[in-house]
């Protein structure tokens, strides 16, 4: 019987690999916020979540 059970687990853990959506982009040279915006407009039917933090490199003042 358990092993029944972790045949139908793997099974159904397969199938939502299978099912996922992957999405490649490349920006090079883009600010994160235009990226996460032009990743909005493109996806309608999907909500992205992103949480980052910008940083920007900067060099001290001498």
Known sequence: ???????????CALAGIAHAQRITRNYRDVSIADALRQLAEESRD????FL?????????SA
Do not use: D, F, G, V
């Open 46 to 49: 999907y909500t992205i979540y």
């Open 52 to 60: 980052y933090n910008e940083l920007e490199a900067s060099t001290p």
């Open 1 to 11: 019987m358990r092993r029944i059970l972790i045949i139908i687990l793997l099974i």
